[in-house]
């Protein structure tokens, strides 16, 4: 029973995953496109510790998810770091590029 | 106890699917991240504290709450990066004249 509450649960986010998907496809900014990229890598953790709980292997499955938080983090960071300077991203009427 | 689990990772699963609703539907970038940073955060969270909660007292959900513990700090820092980004790029806001 549990197990396919998990499999309804794993749906409904890769239902969300697509949503989010619209919005790195058709982002008006590449700001929108980093944090589109980095909503889905929020819930792909989630969908790869309920994938451990499908197949009953959750020890393996969590140290991927925890690789894989890390490595979200890090690129997030990383991409919002290089973009901080001025000029890189808009000019100054604030068109978006 | 199961049950206590298993509506904490639906009520997850809501979050997630309301803040990509919001990410689809806001008209402004920082009205966007408002959705996303804050949804995002609570349904993971909800999602592995549920996850933990069925498994029991095992070290798998210790690994699980660690794992939370690490979406509770990181996730928050990312948004705000992002978002001192686009303020120091001077992006434009939404306002009411605008509106389509």
């Known amino acids: 029973m549990s197990s396919s509450f998990f499999l309804g649960a794993s749906s409904v986010i890769l239902v969300a995953v697509l949503l989010s998907l619209y919005r790195v496809v058709r982002g008006p900014s590449i700001i929108d496109r980093i944090i589109g990229v980095n909503v889905i890598g929020t819930k792909t953790i989630a969908v790869i510790v309920l994938t451990g709980h499908l ?5 393996f499955f969590i140290d991927i998810a925890l690789l894989y938080a890390l490595i979200n983090f890090t690129g997030t960071l990383a991409l919002s770091r290089y973009l901080e300077s001025k000029g890189v991203l808009v000019k100054r009427s604030g068109a978006a590029p | 106890m199961t049950a206590v689990g298993l509506v904490l990772v639906g009520g997850g699963v809501f979050f997630m699917l309301t803040g990509a609703i919001g990410l689809i539907r806001f008209p402004d ?13 609570l349904g993971s969270l909800l999602v592995l504290t549920g996850l933990a909660w ?17 979406i509770f700090v990181t996730s928050p820092t990312a948004t705000h990066a992002i978002a001192r980004a686009a303020k120091r790029n001077d992006l434009a806001w939404w306002t009411r004249e605008e509106s389509r």
């Open chain 2, 54 to 70: 069925y498994g029991g007292f095992v070290l798998a959900s210790v690994k699980l709450l660690i794992v939370a513990l690490f």
């Open chain 1, 55 to 59: 197949f009953d292997r959750v020890e």
């Open chain 2, 29 to 41: 970038f920082y009205t966007r991240m408002h959705a996303a940073g804050k949804c995002d955060t």
